[in-house]
């Protein structure tokens, strides 16, 4: 049974939108696709981004870290070497002091030395005395 003219203009015409249909659709998914694609580029290219600005602020903060590291290690080097030198400074003064002490140890023996040698010689003139005067 043929189809009538009017039958075969609306399946004529039902065919074409199912294909304008079908067109949009797939223009919609190309799209879409595209959508996706450039968001996707748009996120790896702010993973870069992020991946920069981490890689800097960690260059920044090793930067800090090494200049804190080496003022530190500059002031210590400066406490040692005012404690070095402190530490110089006393040895000299407690040599100082010992010599000293040393040589007042040294006379002080010397007097008493010589004290003890004018006893022994008053002594011994006093018992010169009386053995002359006893004889």
Known sequence: ?????????ARQKAVEQQKKA???????????AKREREQQKREELQAAEDRKAAERLA???K??????ASEQAKRDGD???KNAEATRKKAEEDQKRN???TDA???LKAAQGAYQAELEKAQSTISEKK?????
Do not use: F, T, V, W
Not at 22 to 32: F, I, P, Q, W
């Open 105 to 107: 140890a040294a006379r």
């Open 22 to 32: 079908a067109d949009a659709e797939a223009k919609d998914r190309l799209e879409a």
């Open 131 to 135: 053995r002359s005067g006893q004889q």
């Open 59 to 61: 260059a920044e903060q």
């Open 79 to 81: 406490i040692e070497r």
């Open 99 to 101: 010599k000293a002490l």
């Open 1 to 9: 049974m043929p189809l009538s003219k009017d039958e075969a203009k």
């Open 63 to 68: 930067k800090h870290a090494d200049k804190l």
